[in-house]
């Protein structure tokens, strides 16, 4: 069937914290005159991710999955291992970047079965193969990294001066040609600049050059957030970087906001009650993500770091092989006897942007993935940062540092995934109950905090309503589609 929409094709990473802002990207587009969109993903990410999609496609949103076969047994994976947190083991980290490799031929197998040829492919910085796809199509090709300006003109900035050449790992540079002085170490550094025991450089140079050769860059923020880091990573890309966030904003419905990212572990409606139970402001949520996976003797720490704060927390346990140990902790301790009056701890996943957005949380314990740091902008919750791998430092720098809106557990290095064990404790559960007593307190300091990140959250929800910096961004970056398509 022809049709006369602007068709986009999405291509996300199979990750949570890659698809999961792709999917709300789709609907963002879908929502827009004449714009139709497909995305390319897996059989099990398209089940897991088409749950907040199935309503809204069904009264006629345009957006549709193209299913790609997951070559897991080709690629020597576990059946079901289609998705960044499902691998078992980070010795198959090598097997699931080849699979993501094959999937190219997979799309160009069912390339014909597009109800149109798309006008644009927005794909995830990590599909690098896509580079080539566009090309051998002739589709301009704009890429999505899931990260802020700030982020990507660090990068650039790095790439560029690779300034912490001979430096040792602790010793503190200044990141080059930024608008705030900006320190770091490179042990704090993303795997691009800092890599871990396994061998990913060559994926990664892929990734960068796709980068380098991408027509443009869709960015999950709102300039206003940023605006000094949008207009110098607007200039470095030659105007075409379009700010269209913050995505997780594109749904208000709760029981959608519940099934974000995948089957939420708690009731929603059990969730809501005990969060309607406490104060404004009073509660700590902890979460660490989809794939951090805190090593036993850190996460105890934190736990009785929580304990200490003496306040109602909610808090995401995501132990997977470690399991055994962390119940036996929870229940031998008496830790969770202790603080079953003020602590709901959620074993798996949390609906977290349905918690953000309650008005009893006051702040929270994240590993500033870029997901969750800006979805706790949206809902004006300041940060306790505990930053982890890959961006993560380089986020808690524009949380704390410029933005003024956290304060950091005093996390100095990287952990790269699969190697927390050989970390043991790297922050004690004083630093923890130290900073989160510093963004909970009631002083002129907690509340100017407190007060900015409020601020930002209403600046953040205008940004995508009509006559918002991002929803001009949206129309500008459709209009630029258009032209293309024209010329
Ligand atoms: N998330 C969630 N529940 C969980 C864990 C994560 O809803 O229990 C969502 C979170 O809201 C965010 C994404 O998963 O949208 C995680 O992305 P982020 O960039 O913060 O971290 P990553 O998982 O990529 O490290």
Redesign the pocket.
Known sequence: MVTNKLHFLLIPHI????T??MIDMAKLLAKQPNVMVTIATTPLNAIRYGATLAGPVKTGLPVRFLELPFPAAEAGLPEGCESTDKIPSTDLVPNFLAAIDMLQQKLEQRYETLESPPNCVISDKYMSWTGDFADKYQIPRIMFD?MSCFNELCCNNLYASKVFDGLSESEPFVVPGLPDRVELTRNQLPPEFNPSSIDTSAFRQRARDAEVRAYGVVINSFEELEQEYVNEYRKLRGGKVWCIGPL?LCESDDSVKSQ???IASIDEQQCLKWLDYHKPNSVIYA?F????RVNTPQLIELGLGLEASNRPFIW?I?SVHREKEVEEWLAESGFEERVKHRGLIIR??????LILSHPSVGGFLT?C?????L?SVCAGVPMITWPQF?EQFINEKLVVQVLGIGVGVGADSVVHVGEEDRFGVKVKSESVKAAIEKVMDDGIEGNERRTRAKELGIIANNAIKEGGSSHLNLTLLIQDIMHHANT
Do not use: D
């Open positions: 990750g949570p914290g890659h999961i802002p899931g997780s974000r990212g995948n979460c993500g989809s794939l951090v995401v995501k798996g996943w949390a609906p977290q942007v590993h993935g870029w997901n969750s740091t979805e890959a």
